[in-house]
């Protein structure tokens, strides 16, 4: 059998098996950018405990730096302009780059399940979660096609990446879909080396990345349905969100995020 008879062959087995569980959807909001660092291990926590897959959409109530569990601030950030600017520096608990988010320029993605319900191979699930993204996506209008290992590209650029984490038998995969960015306020902030810029194989930023306002005539909103939909595939769901108890773990976690030991840990 080929590569994309397999593919399509385990996405029919997927699609059975996902159409008799009921997922939570947790309706979208801004967060403040340390509650929602935590919510994504509450959000592992979960459904470790109950066996119900959840599906997020979230934004960011402001400026934010997002760096990665053994980045160094100094080396990616310029502090000062962070500081003057009040732009709020988070660091995760998991790896990665760091990147740069705004209210209205970014929208986050997260799907959250037990590994049992999706592939052994995290590059089999990137290409089935993106891919259903790129589907929206196209149906919008936009060229967008899934890119291996875990980006959604246009001919234009990218506008999403992806990352994977697997802990107590949960698949957390989650993204960033860029709905407007700025290049000159980004590039304020962030401080890449030259290295890093060569790696990308781009003499400029622009020409690395899109965004979905440069792309389509889809708003803000839109683009958070879309996702949504993209997600779920019209597969049984209940919306509800976060409870009591979730959102006090998330504040108890969001403070220690907030301490300078560990944003500056590594400095």
């Known amino acids: 059998m080929n590569r994309i008879g397999g593919m399509r ?27 929602k660092t935590a919510l994504n291990q509450v959000s592992i926590e979960r459904v470790a405990a109950t066996g119900q897959p959840m599906v997020w959409v979230a934004g960011w109530d402001r400026k934010t730096v997002n760096i990665g569990r053994s980045q160094s601030i100094e080396e990616e950030i310029d502090p000062d302009y962070a ?7 988070v660091r995760r608990q998991g790896g ?11 929208i986050t993605w997260q799907l959250v399940a037990p590994t049992e ?5 995290p590059n089999t699930i990137y290409a089935y979660i993106c891919g259903q993204i790129a589907d929206q996506l196209r149906a919008h209008g936009i060229e967008a096609e899934h890119e291996p290992i875990n980006d959604i590209r ?6 999403s990446g992806a990352t994977l984490k697997e802990q107590d ?15 000159e306020e980004m590039f304020s902030v962030l401080t890449p080396d030259e290295e890093k810029l060569e790696d990308k194989a781009a003499d400029a930023f622009e020409d690395r990345v899109t965004a979905i306002e440069d ?23 209940e919306t509800r969100g976060w409870t009591d108890e979730e959102q006090k773990k998330a504040e108890k976690r969001a ?13």
Request: proline content about 7%.
């Open 9 to 35: 062959q385990l996405i029919k087995a997927l699609l059975s098996h996902w159409s008799n569980m009921r997922w939570r959807r947790v309706p979208f909001r801004r967060y403040d950018p340390y509650v």
């Open 83 to 89: 500081q003057t600017n009040d732009i709020c520096i």
């Open 96 to 106: 990665g780059g760091t990147t740069y988010l705004t209210p209205d320029g970014d």
């Open 117 to 121: 319900l999706l592939p052994d191979d």
């Open 154 to 159: 246009t001919p234009a650029g990218k506008l």
């Open 169 to 183: 038998d949960v698949i957390y995969l989650a993204g960033t879909m860029l709905y407007q960015v700025d290049p």
């Open 215 to 237: 792309e389509a005539p889809i708003s803000y909103e839109e683009t958070i349905d879309l996702l949504y939909h993209a997600l779920l595939r019209s597969r049984p769901s």
């Open 255 to 267: 403070e220690e995020l907030r301490q300078d030991k560990w944003a500056y840990q590594d400095e």
